[in-house]
């Protein structure tokens, strides 16, 4: 009797230590596959990390609803980089699932900074930005 009560107290215990937090991330949906980024891009396109070399690259947020309800997806961006380093325009060119998360890498993207390219501006660049696991990530 007095063994299966000090169980019952123990289990007790793990269980309301679970409950300390109410803004635990618990994925609820499969993460979708990466896309194949060169596949949306032309051979004179940049790829994130191959031609762009980064100054200032503050990662987006992970929107507050679908970490709450545990989504997971991605944003395909593309990139037009001007001769200073500054984004000079960012658009999203794909995500799944649509709609969570577009806006939040967009918003991202449009302050990062990068070395000056070479030959001046950039045009079409693509980088894969990865919410999964409420972490936001890079791809390539």
């Known amino acids: 009797m007095r063994r299966a009560a000090i ?13 300390g937090s109410t803004s635990v ?6 993460y979708p596959p990466d896309p194949y980024v060169k596949g949306y891009a032309d051979p004179d396109d940049c790829i994130g990390g191959e031609a762009l070399a980064a100054i200032d690259l503050d990662l987006p947020e992970y929107p507050k609803r679908p970490f709450r309800t545990g989504r997971q997806g991605w ?8 001769p200073d380093g500054s984004v000079a325009a960012a658009e999203t060119e794909r995500a799944l699932p649509v709609g969570l998360f577009e806006a939040s890498a967009e918003r991202a993207v449009r302050t990062w900074t990068f070395e000056p ?3 001046g501006a ?3 660049c693509r980088v894969l930005v990865r919410y999964r696991m409420g972490a936001v990530s890079l791809g390539g």
């Open 7 to 19: 169980m019952a107290l123990g289990l007790s215990a793990i269980g309301l230590a679970g409950c």
């Open 25 to 30: 991330f618990n994925p609820q949906s499969q």
């Open 75 to 82: 944003v395909l961006l593309r990139l037009d980089i001007a």
């Open 117 to 119: 390219p070479r030959g």
């Open 122 to 124: 950039l045009t079409d």
